[in-house]
């Protein structure tokens, strides 16, 4: 069972991010984090904006209606993971027309924060962004945040040829594109199920709690590690015990 390390959780602050798995994060050489709604408070609603621009480009690709392409639209994210891949394997879409259509979105939702700036200075290691949206859509989002100097790299949807997570080829394909040790590795995700396959490659997991129903299924899982819904205090925590070996 995951336990509740983070400010905010269950009405508490906890003084460690530590739980009876891990002994503090001095081992950890890399940091692994998703991107929409994990580096950015779900609440921010972007992803809404996506969604309604993948349900246009499903309705003009297919020339179907907006209730049918919405229908089609959640079948696909549900059976492969994205939307995309459905629209690649049953339709042959250009994944680059789709991915430019889809993120012409308003970032500026997104409030920028300072505090994640520091937080992720003080956190010792490498840290990648590891999406399935598009590396320019990565950018864009930690550009506003203003974080976007504390990243060695973007593996994106391109990057693992556009098979999303949580197949685990696209996570070994991740991990020997950057040199990454599993075991010492930590991944932050806002999907349980997409930390499943870290915890199979032997990576300690974050889960970034979102209150959607649908997004939490497997939150009690073994898989997962530790569980926070405040991000910046959860960071700040794992760095102090980082920096006390």
Not at 107 to 121: F, R
Not at 183 to 197: G, S
Not at 200 to 215: K, P, S
Request: proline content about 6%.
């Amino acid at each position: 069972m995951p336990t509740a390390t983070s400010a905010g959780l269950n009405g508490t602050t906890p003084a460690s991010p530590l739980n009876g798995r891990a002994n503090g994060f001095a081992h950890s050489e890399s940091w692994v984090f998703d991107l929409d709604n994990t580096l950015y408070p779900a609440a921010c609603n972007l992803f809404a904006q996506v969604d309604v621009k993948i349900g246009e480009f499903v309705a003009e690709l297919l020339k179907i209606d907006r209730d049918e392409a919405v229908r089609i639209q959640k079948e696909y994210f549900l059976t492969y993971g994205t939307s995309l891949r459905g629209l690649m394997l049953h339709h042959q879409v250009n994944p680059d027309d789709f991915l430019d259509f889809v993120h012409q979105i308003d970032v500026t939702l997104i409030p920028p924060c300072p505090a994640l700036d520091v937080a992720l200075a003080k956190l010792p290691g490498r840290k990648i962004i590891f999406t399935n949206g598009s590396h320019k859509h990565a950018e864009n989002v930690i550009n506003r945040l203003g974080i976007g100097g504390r990243f060695e790299a973007i593996f994106d949807i391109k990057a693992a040829d556009f098979v999303p997570k949580p197949d685990p080829f696209t996570y070994e394909m991740m991990v020997r594109r950057h040199w990454i040790d599993p075991r010492r590795a930590v991944m932050v995700e806002d999907l349980p199920k997409n930390l499943l396959p870290a915890h199979r490659m032997g990576m300690t997991t974050v889960l970034v709690r979102t209150h959607e129903e649908w997004a939490q299924a497997g939150a009690d899982g073994e898989h997962v590690h530790h569980v926070t819904d405040d991000l910046v205090a959860w960071l700040e925590a794992a760095g102090l015990s980082a920096a006390k070996g």
